[in-house]
């Protein structure tokens, strides 16, 4: 009987997500917008409060902005300028048709509510009838009510995404990667963002050092407990310019390797709940400012092996839920 039922549920998450084995962004995007969108990344020049002394300095040990920022966003120019350059490429290199406003690099809601309302009318400003959305990178210590309350206002024309950095949910890890907060903060963000029209999304990485398979399994079972969205999987990357780089150097760790990580993937997608939708599964960062793991292959092949992966052992998202 329970293989039986096991079999239909199968089926039914086979066909929720066809043709992909999980709950995929750009499916997700297609039925809500019914047109092709492409994300603008925007730099609105902000920091975070652990690179500025507020909590510390040097920022997280794993980061340097400028390998996980696109290229085109690193030549700079006004916000407006960021959008509009955006938005001429993705139109001729993606046949973008709709928009959404992604403010990427640093801890974006970082700043009065003044400050943060005067950057996004500029980014939103430019071609609004192709802006379909609006969404901001932060972390979980960066929010309050009366945010909440500004992001809840915009909310009412466009799809508004507040993308938090859990990163991990160790404590112990959260110090030595000094992220400058605490797990609690998380749940704290996510109890006041909860519930107010406001899409989450949340930002994990995997392989961090003295962190165990078991540790980040667990992490399916406390993104499930809370109204999350979307997600971010990412792998560790060291990267040039980066604590973490130097760390490594002097005493190397393990890093996963391709088919490790996708068969981690294969345990830990399964406990995921289905209703979240992945907006990515593997970390991706800048070529030059890669130093490990090196997996050789540009990301379309990543993607592709671990999606053939899934489909041949017959797993799918959230069929251990």
Request: aromatic share 12%.
């Amino acid at each position: 009987m329970q293989e039986l039922e096991t079999l239909s549920k199968i089926e039914c998450l086979k066909e929720k997500f066809y043709p992909k084995n999980y709950n995929y962004y750009g499916k997700f995007l297609k039925n809500k917008f019914d047109s092709k969108v492409y994300k603008i990344v925007v730099d609105a020049g902000f920091t975070c409060p652990n690179r500025d002394g507020s909590k510390g300095f040097g920022g997280c040990t794993y980061c340097n902005v400028d390998s996980f920022t696109p290229s085109q966003v690193r030549a700079g120019g006004t916000i407006s300028e960021q959008v509009e350059r955006g938005m001429e490429r993705a139109k001729s290199h993606y046949k973008a048709e709709k928009f959404i406003i992604y403010f990427q690099p640093n801890t974006n809601t970082y700043a009065s509510v003044e400050t943060l309302q005067k950057h996004f009318d500029e980014a939103l400003s430019v071609n609004s009838s192709e802006i379909v959305g609006l969404s901001v990178g932060t972390r979980p210590d960066c929010i309050d009510e009366e945010k909440i309350q500004l992001f809840k206002k915009y909310s009412e024309n466009l799809n508004v995404c507040l993308e938090y950095g859990m990163e991990s949910m160790y404590d112990e890890t959260l110090l030595k990667i000094n992220r400058g907060h605490l797990h609690e903060d998380f749940a704290k963000a996510m109890e006041l963002t909860e519930g107010n029209g406001i899409d989450i999304c949340v930002h994990t990485v995997f392989g961090f050092p003295n962190e165990t398979e078991e540790q980040w399994l667990k992490v399916a079972d406390e993104l499930n407990k809370f109204e999350i969205d979307f997600v971010k999987l990412h792998h560790l990357h060291i990267v040039k310019g980066s604590k973490m780089a130097w760390e490594f150097k002097n005493n190397p760790f393990p890093l996963f390797t391709l088919e490790g990580y996708t068969n981690f993937l294969c345990k830990f997608l399964p406990k995921l709940k289905p209703e979240i939708v992945v907006q990515r599964l593997f970390g991706i960062s800048d070529w030059d400012e890669l130093i490990a793991p090196n997996w050789g292959m540009k990301k379309t092949l990543i993607q592709n092996y671990i999606e053939k992966t899934l489909e041949k052992k017959n797993i799918f998202q959230g069929m251990d839920f």
